[in-house]
């Protein structure tokens, strides 16, 4: 059971380093070795470390705000005219409003086909940029998105002519997810409230059946039958995920400790998948929920595992689905999500801006991937600008050959972006363009659902005032719980940066002249005290820091392995096990003393144990005791060897390497 997982009276714990040649010992530190020891406490995440740079070669800083706000005027003007347009309908038969998912869609205009990934994500995207979609042109958008609740299944669907009995999962559950967080960010919307929380309800009651059964690998869920089902041709795991941030927000809005429960039994099923469970992008909200549940509920997930199943193409439902990596001809494609394998790979705009949302809080509640993530983000943020038919070659685009469609393009002002790229097609390395013309679905490549996740990646990334730097804003997923701001700073440069940062002005507080005590909780102490307007931040070579916004003087308490401000989690202390000295497919041979770094964030905090394990067999060693092996226990050949470090407090982490025993 998932209450099994609990660490048992603590929390998750701040700067140490614990070091020993064979084993994990404790050494000193002093002020000097604050950053260096913080650094060692970072993971690497695999599929990053594939990067050929930590800044593209061809990098440049895009505007996704910019372009999602011009989004939002062009879609949403209902006397637009010309070629394709308007985009957007009124829905008489269901009281709604409609958007088809590309330019040149024939299903524009039929009432009842409309998708809540096409709609409710702009509604979503639009507000996270401070535009309030319940009094827009007269209309309150948000209300007319109760046309996807479903009085006779009790779900949100994704066409409000639709039902459940021949959806699959994904466009069942991630509409719910978007719709949930609409109904956090507009509370007086009291029917969207009530059509949410029946909705988590309802899932709830689909998760203890499927729970109780076979776990959660299916097709779809018939809610009329209430069974699940599957059609044979494929299955959806990383439903389990998508049903797991259900529970979560279920728990945030109604503090009922059974969608809790449920979440970290749909959490087990995603870790104990054997080989990514990533069908769609319902695994992307999977890393950042483990880490929170770990940070918050004293929950071991392997973080680690779950970023490398959104990201390493071993998907298998649909093999090849995760991050890309490399360059497709002169365009570096790093960090952008889709398939890694089909026709070479082939990107997707909506993947891509819904991953950066999905993962956007991971690094606050994991501060051991900072760096990682940072790097990441720089990546896909400069190079989704791609997906925008001015930032590309023109005659590699799938628009090329239509004169007048690339005019109406710029006179939309580019911010309609392609479905997708692929690797190679028509020639062209990259290619421009997508399915819909491919199929014969639309008229035009130009997708118009995609376009709809911009805002949400504009919540995410922000600009610093040196390029190459990203403010990657952590609270831009929508919580009902969030107190302070956090954000992602990390500095890719081999050298120190000097980078500005600003803090609210405090206009809209009652007190105008509101400072603030900047907390990086890599670090874990306040790195700029008493803040208002601008204030510069170092940051050393390869640095990242997670800057927590506190109003000045707070009183940060120390307990167990929690940091807490008027009993607010802020951040949580980490470990982490390195392996020095060896490197993958390294040979050994003889009595093996394995050179182990343990990090820790709590000075006071030592290993309590270490556990090798070697083909499927373990053995245990005393926190300061050297950690050995003899090969020829073993055998000849390839071997993993998995070490796990139980600290003192609690705190954990695990590594892994492959050795050739000789």
């Not at 372009?67 to 038969?93: H, I, K, N, Q």
């Not at 600008?385 to 001015?390: H, L």
């Not at 685009?397 to 710029?410: C, F, G, T």
């Not at 390195?578 to 905090?605: A, F």
């Amino acid at each position: 059971m998932a209450m099994k997982r609990r660490l048992t009276g603590i929390w998750i714990a701040v700067l140490a380093v614990l070091t020993a040649l064979a084993g994990c010992g404790q050494s000193g530190q002093d002020s000097g070795e604050d950053l260096a020891i913080s650094m060692a406490g970072q993971k690497n995440i695999d599929r990053v470390d594939r990067y050929s740079g930590g800044i593209p070669e061809d990098h440049a800083w895009f505007d996704y705000e910019e372009r999602a706000r011009a989004y939002d005027r062009l879609v949403y003007d209902e006397t637009l005219s010309g070629v394709y347009a308007p985009f957007l309908w009124l829905d008489e038969t269901y009281d709604t409003f409609g958007i088809a998912a590309y330019v040149g869609d024939d299903r524009v205009g039929s009432d009842g086909s409309e998708e809540a990934v096409t709609t409710a994500a702009s509604v979503l995207g639009a507000t996270l940029l401070g535009i309030d979609k319940s009094s827009q042109n007269g209309r309150n958008y948000v209300a007319m998105l109760h046309a996807y609740f479903s009085e006779e299944e009790q779900i949100i669907l994704n066409n409000p002519a639709g039902s459940s009995q021949t959806t699959s999962m994904w466009y069942l559950i991630y509409p719910t997810i978007l719709y949930t967080q609409i109904s956090v960010c507009y509370p007086e919307e009291e029917q969207i409230r009530a059509d949410a929380l029946t909705a988590v309800e309802s899932w709830y009651r689909a998760a203890e059946i499927m729970a109780a059964g076979e776990g959660f690998n299916y097709t779809g869920f018939d809610f009329t039958k209430m069974q699940p089902y599957q059609n044979d041709i494929w299955k959806e795991p990383d439903s389990a995920a998508g049903i797991a941030v259900l529970m979560w927000q279920g728990y945030e809005l109604t503090g009922e400790k059974k969608y809790l429960e449920m979440a970290e039994t749909c959490m087990d099923f995603v870790e104990a998948f054997e080989g990514s469970s990533l069908y769609e992008a319902l695994l992307y909200f999977a890393p950042a929920l483990a880490a929170r549940l770990n940070a918050e509920c004293g929950t071991r997930y392997d973080v680690e595992k779950l970023i490398g199943d959104v990201m390493n193409g071993g998907s298998i439902p649909r093999g090849g689905w995760g991050s890309i990596v490399g360059e497709w001809g002169d365009y570096s494609v790093n960090g952008l999500m889709g398939s890694t394998t089909d026709g070479g790979g082939y990107a997707f705009a909506m993947n891509t801006f819904a991953a950066c949302y999905a993962m956007s809080p991971l690094a606050k509640y994991d501060t051991r991937y900072a760096r990682a993530l940072g790097t990441w983000y720089l990546q896909t943020a400069s190079n989704s600008r791609y997906f925008f038919a001015d930032m590309t070659e023109m005659d590699s685009q799938s628009a090329a050959s239509d004169q007048a469609l690339l005019e109406q393009i710029a006179a939309w002002e580019y911010c309609i972006p392609y479905e997708g790229i692929r690797r190679s097609q028509h020639g062209k390395t990259p290619w421009f363009g997508g399915d819909p013309t491919v199929y014969g679905w639309a008229e035009t490549d130009l997708s118009l659902y995609s376009g709809a996740h911009m805002g949400m990646m504009a919540a995410v990334v922000q600009r610093t005032n040196v390029d190459g730097i990203l403010r990657i804003n952590c609270n831009a997923q929508v919580s009902e719980r969030e107190a302070y701001a956090a954000y992602l700073l990390f500095n890719p440069y081999d050298r120190q940066m000097t980078v500005e940062y600003a803090v609210p002005d405090g206009s809209q507080n009652e007190n105008q002249n509101e400072s603030f005590d900047l907390f990086d909780s890599v670090q874990k102490k306040v790195v700029a005290a008493g803040v208002s307007g601008k204030t510069d931040l170092v940051l050393g070579a390869g640095e990242a820091m997670v800057i927590i916004e506190l109003p000045a003087g707070s009183q940060i308490e120390h307990k167990g392995t929690g940091y807490f401000v008027q009993g607010e989690q802020i951040a949580s202390d980490t470990a982490v096990i390195h392996i020095r000295k060896l490197s993958n497919n390294d040979t050994v041979s003889g009595v093996v003393k394995l050179d182990l770094e343990c990090v820790s964030t709590d000075p006071q905090v030592e290993a309590d144990r270490i556990v090798l394990t070697i083909d499927g067999v373990s053995k245990e060693f005393a926190g300061k005791e050297p950690v050995s092996f003899r090969t020829k226990e073993y055998g000849s050949g390839s071997k993993t060897l998995m070490l796990e470090v139980y600290m003192q407090d609690g705190t954990y982490d695990k590594t892994d390497i492959r050795l050739r025993f000789e």
